[in-house]
Nanobody
Framework: QVQLVESGGGLKQAGDSLRLSCAIS????????MAWFRQAPGKERAFVAL????????RYSDSVKGRFTIAVDNYKPTLYLQMNSLKLEDTAVYYC?????????????????WGQGTQVTVSS
């Protein structure tokens, strides 16, 4: 059973940078796909970024492309989300998620494993 624990959220100003971490335990993740989603108040959970651990393929939502970078340290193992040039609209609870297999999917329903979330608030 894969367990995920996010950390690194906080309050930042627009234009700042922040790095989220997601500690992974309880399973072998070499053949998994990992992703970050976010949920803003009153909105549905939305895809942010994913990485295919078998090959390193990445995908980003259009809203974060060029500003956010997803990465994984397979030895720790920990998933990261480096967020640069933060905008007000990046304010949300950020969740890391995992699924077995390397099929690329942006749908949250396809990820059975989730962390508890970490709050990111961007102010002007």
């Amino acid at each position: 059973q894969v367990q995920l624990v996010e950390s690194g959220g906080g309050l930042k100003q627009a234009g700042d940078s922040l790095r989220l971490s997601c500690a992974i335990s309880g399973g072998t993740i070499g053949s998994h796909a990992m992703a970050w989603f976010r949920q803003a108040p009153g909105k549905e959970r939305a895809f942010v970024a994913l990485i295919n651990l078998n090959g390193g393929t990445t995908r980003y939502s259009d809203s974060v492309k060029g500003r956010f970078t997803i990465a994984v340290d397979n030895y720790k193992p920990t998933l990261y989300l480096q967020m640069n040039s933060l905008k007000l609209e990046d304010t949300a609870v950020y969740y890391c998620a995992a699924r077995a297999g390397t099929f690329i999917t942006l749908a949250s329903i396809d990820y059975p494993y989730w962390g508890q979330g970490t709050q990111v608030t961007v102010s002007s």
